[in-house]
């Protein structure tokens, strides 16, 4: 008995696993694909990024990071990026990013 259970498990958790993967990879890639068009790195605390111009060559000092996570379960948001306070309000930055078959 408890080996017919075990299997109905190890059936069950077959289609989650690879859900997750399949997660894991679209989140990867969109995050590949915002490192191509701004300056990420990986912290302590996950991964953030700049909106400043200083990769521009900007004069101004001042530094805008923004955070990279991973989407909420449940939704259709692969990446979920945090914006800054200070930037709220008085700044608005569009994100688009297409999802492309992997060659």
Known sequence: ALD?????????????KRLSSQTDHKFYRALYDLRRRWILRRTANGVSGD?????AGSIYAQSVQFEVH?????????LSVVVPQELRGRSEV?????????K
Request: overall charge positive; charged content about 30%.
């Open 94 to 102: 569009v994100i688009f990013l297409a999802d492309r078959p992997i």
């Open 51 to 55: 909106l400043s111009y200083r990769s």
């Open 70 to 78: 991973k989407g909420i379960e449940g939704t259709n948001d692969i």
């Open 4 to 16: 017919v259970a075990s299997k109905i498990l190890r059936k069950g958790a077959e289609p989650l």
